[in-house]
């Protein structure tokens, strides 16, 4: 799963930009960077975790590349735990690739998608939940999945797995010697601190497990779909939320003909709305296309907003979209309630008795969208946002292990309580430490480690 090669990689995005940082990592990086690097000191002679100035030159034609800050680091103080140079060049295209090209010409190859992180688990700086944090770190679109991402990077999620895992191999560990050892006559009280630790696990398990709905959220976001009529604001709704004009609003019935899409923040909620082509019957060629594709949204959806005119009351259009989200999650927005007076807007609420959420908004004056923001996030984090030491499952492939390791720990419950031998409750309880181990990296295959590292940019 490790070699030896020295790699490289521009670590900061490629194109134009005022600066471009290039990575080398490996037994070979400062050899390679002293063969391009001129500067008053030699690379042998700069100090560890400095900054020095100086210029990359081609050594085969004698001739300035460009003028460069060079970042020395050596092993093991370093992210791989390798020693590590950083070229701090100009970030334009052709600088970079000229700088890239002498660097691979010196024993040096590309780095893979997320090979520099990868070295850092192989080399035992991180687990395999924190590079993961690492990814999801980069990703994060909202401050507060940064900062669950930033609860896994450091640790947190790992160090209460790894508490686990070693409880399991201490219940291991006391079950082989009243085995080997049945002489002593300890299998009883060997057998209440198995079913003591087990029951503990168990609850701390089932405690973890339920975090992945918020966590979930949190990391990958929902998908919210405006629906309606023509002409009800769901343009406009969906520029409020976004803070800017994103959708072209007029009072003419059909102006969105297209699916339009902003992603936002709701309430440290990461968001990707949607305003759909107003739903009704339409001769229109293009209008018939953007009503089915709204039709299709709306069945993907995560959330539906059903936007409602007070103005108009209730239409036959209108009743026909009500009945689509019936057994969907959805909330209606009575919009436009400037227009109208209390007894209209008594009149149509007792038309929407069967909705569970119905809220009301003057969107074009920015009225209610707070309300909204509020119902939404109470909607899918019950009114909590993961706090700085909450330890929350954001991970699909650590939901699964949790339960499959939940599994386990239930079947050698079931084992110990119909009396079997010890020895044979040991297969369910190592099944349950595998399990935990595969989240953190103690136990794992290549094949899903190079699944895992290929989703990073080439880089990091």
Not at 241 to 255: M, W
């Amino acid at each position: 799963m490790y070699n030896e090669d020295t790699i490289a990689a521009l670590s900061t995005p490629y194109g134009t930009g005022g600066i471009g940082v290039i990575r080398i990592s490996g037994k070979n990086a400062f050899d390679a960077a002293s063969k391009i690097f001129q500067s008053s000191k030699t690379i042998e002679k700069i100090k560890s975790h400095t900054v020095t100035y100086g210029k990359i030159v081609n050594p085969e034609l004698n001739e300035i590349v460009d003028e460069v800050l060079l970042l020395k680091m050596c092993k093991p103080n370093t992210f791989t735990r390798e020693d590590v140079i950083e070229i701090h060049c100009h970030g334009g295209i052709v600088v970079i690739n000229r700088v890239l090209d002498l660097i691979f010409k010196n024993g040096v190859r590309p780095a893979e998608p997320g090979e520099f992180t990868k070295r850092a688990f192989l080399n035992g700086r991180i687990d395999l939940s924190q590079a993961e944090a690492i990814i999801d770190l980069i990703n994060s679109k909202t401050v507060e999945s940064s900062k669950a991402a930033v609860n896994h990077l450091e640790g947190r999620l790992s160090s209460r797995l790894k508490s686990i895992r070693e409880t399991l191999v201490g219940l291991l560990a006391h079950i082989e010697v009243t085995v080997d050892y049945p002489e002593h006559d300890i299998e009883e009280i060997t057998g209440e601190k198995v079913l003591e630790n087990l029951i503990n696990i168990k609850d701390e398990l089932y405690t973890l497990a339920e975090t992945f709905h918020r966590g979930k959220i949190l990391r990958e976001g929902i998908n919210i779909v405006i629906a309606g009529k023509p002409n009800v604001g769901k343009s406009s709704l969906l520029n409020q939320l976004a803070g800017s004009t994103k959708a072209i609003v007029t009072d003419i019935p059909g102006t969105t003909r297209d699916i339009v899409e902003e992603y936002i923040n709701i309430n440290g909620i990461p968001a990707k709305i949607t305003d759909t082509a107003g739903i009704r019957n339409t001769q229109d060629v293009v209008e018939k296309i953007g009503v089915n594709k709204a039709y299709e949204a709306v069945e993907n959806a995560d959330l539906i907003i059903v936007v409602l005119s007070a103005e108009t009351g209730i239409q036959e259009e209108d009743t026909e979209i009500l009945k689509i989200i019936m057994n969907k999650k959805a909330l209606v927005l009575i919009n436009k309630t400037d227009m109208v007076d209390t007894t209209r807007l008594n009149e149509i609420h007792q038309k929407l008795k069967e909705y569970n959420i119905v809220l009301e908004a003057s969107v074009i004056n920015g009225r209610g969208i707070e309300e909204l923001e509020s119902t939404i996030s109470e909607l899918f984090l019950k009114g909590r946002i993961s706090g700085n030491d909450e330890v929350l499952l954001t991970n699909s492939r650590h939901k699964y292990l949790v339960d499959r390791a939940i599994e386990d720990v239930e079947q050698a419950l079931n084992s110990f309580n119909t009396g079997m031998p010890l020895d044979l409750v040991t297969i369910d309880i190592k099944n349950c430490a595998d399990n935990i181990g595969q989240i953190t990296g103690e136990s794992i295959d290549e094949a899903i480690m190079h699944d895992i590292f290929s989703r990073f940019c080439i880089g990091k």
